[in-house]
């Protein structure tokens, strides 16, 4: 599909889910359709595990020319100041410190960032925001489906894109249908952020860094709708900023 040869593909970071699987000995776990979102538009996907070692975060840095952050569950909530709800399930202590010490040392490195889902409130929370953690509980009259958990594939609300924002110059659209599968959302900004998307009801759905070169989160999961135009630019984009970082 690449017109470029394989030199010039840029190599595109993905983290991955950390499992404490039965055998007592943690696993890695990542979905093929990140992978094979960013190989489809060009890109070299290398997957960047969860070390208990910041100089080996930085070793894996100097090999990436951009990073995507993949979903997955909640952060703790003490992470930004508040108790936990009931429905918050924390991802695993590991991962979750690895993943903010890796997408704040990527933004200061000035590479490109992408962040779904859980990465996109992750993105928030490195920079000092604050989240809804229950969406259900927050917006109790909203009539969406955001917390769908299958057919991911279908779409399930739209989304409005905000005029003058790097997404709408992405997609180039005011509206678009997304999938959703997510119980929390995002509700004071971190330093620097602008919502670039809602949903709505109001749901921020995309936000992105304004000190930075590219900082894109979306709430949905467009790596389940890389067939779909609006969707696989995401991807399109990323790749392009990092072809200035390539390696
Ligand atoms: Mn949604």
Request: with cysteine; proline share 6%.
């Amino acid at each position: 599909m690449s017109q470029h040869n394989d030199r010039s593909r840029p190599t595109i970071g993905i983290n991955c889910s950390w499992i404490e699987n039965r055998t007592r000995v943690p696993a890695l776990m990542i979905r093929m359709n990140y992978l094979t979102s960013v190989i489809k538009v060009g890109g070299t996907p290398l997957l960047v595990p969860v070390v208990d070692d910041p100089v080996l975060l930085e070793s894996y840095l100097d090999r990436i020319a951009g990073l995507l952050l993949i979903g997955g569950r909640d952060i703790s909530p003490a992470r930004y100041g508040a108790s936990a709800h009931p429905l918050t399930m924390p991802l695993s202590a590991m991962r979750e410190e690895f993943d903010l010490r890796l997408v704040r040392t990527a933004l200061d490195r000035g590479l490109p960032v992408m962040a779904i889902c859980l990465g996109c409130q992750l993105l928030n929370i490195a920079l000092g925001g604050t989240l809804h953690q229950d969406i259900a509980s927050a917006f109790p009259e909203s009539p969406l489906q955001h917390t769908k958990r299958i057919g991911m594939s279908l779409t399930s609300h739209y989304v409005r894109i905000v005029k003058g924002t790097q997404l709408f110059r992405i997609i180039g659209k005011e509206k678009i249908e997304t999938n959703s599968s997510h119980h929390q959302s995002i509700n004071q900004l971190g330093d620097g952020l602008v919502a670039s998307a809602f949903a709505e009801d109001g749901i921020i759905e995309a936000v992105e860094g304004m000190r930075y070169p590219f900082a894109l989160g979306v709430q949905w999961h467009p790596e389940y709708l890389a067939d779909q135009e609006d969707h696989i630019k995401l991807f399109q984009a990323l790749v392009e900023a990092a072809r200035p970082h390539l390696r």
